[in-house]
């Protein structure tokens, strides 16, 4: 039993967060045996503090570990109204940092407009997915790159106009090319390394490029020139 304090509540994990940012953050800022960092979804199962009463759940900045003994700071409650038809799960995603990375990148750096082409790599990732999902719903044309045909066929589900296979096709620029043969107005860049150097040549005057990641080179010990 875990003595909670006055103010205190104690978390235990429920779901845990996996994300591209961890990998460069864990090989400059972490050694063998820290706790890995994330977010996670928790439920509170010892309380000494109001506003977060036992059986609430909240989402947590506490990293990979079982429980966690909180001081009530930097805590997001997840309200009882939260619809009991989704999982809380989406905490972590799609209604959490990565919806949100999704919607800032394309509202406020590519201010996407209705009738324009968007392009979207990794796109079947918690981002991406959103990214694509957004934009058409906002009247864009779509075209998303994932790494497997499975992922191809989950995109068109969601309603992508295009998607395909990067590690099958023949040739991305022809690919790229023949998706969107006018060029794109935004690009959400999740990926960076020779994709995105293939890609900048495709996009039309004015284009707009929102740099999310460079999960391409997350492992590259030497940098690209």
Known sequence: MTYVMISELLLEAVFLSVDPYMRPYSQ?????????????????????????????????????????????????????????????????GTIGMPGLTALYGLEEVCEIKAG?????????????????????????????????????????????????????????KDTLLEAAPQGYDCFFDNVGGEFSSVALSQMRPFGRIAVCGSIATYNDTTFQT
């Open 28 to 92: 400059t800022r972490m050694k063998e045996g820290d706790t890995m960092i994330g977010t996670q979804v928790s439920k509170v199962v010892q309380s000494r503090n109001t506003k977060y009463p036992v059986g609430s759940y909240v989402v947590a900045n506490c990293g990979w570990r079982t429980h966690t003994l909180s001081d009530g700071s930097d805590l997001s409650l997840i309200h009882s109204d939260w619809p009991k038809e989704l999982p809380l799960s989406l905490a972590l």
């Open 116 to 172: 324009e082409t968007l392009l979207v790599n990794a796109a079947a990732g918690a981002v991406g997915s959103v990214v694509g999902q957004i934009a058409k719903i906002k009247g864009c044309r779509v075209v998303g790159c994932a790494g497997s045909d499975e992922k191809v066929s989950y995109l068109k589900g969601l309603g992508f106009d295009s998607a395909f296979n990067y590690k099958t096709v023949s040739s991305l």
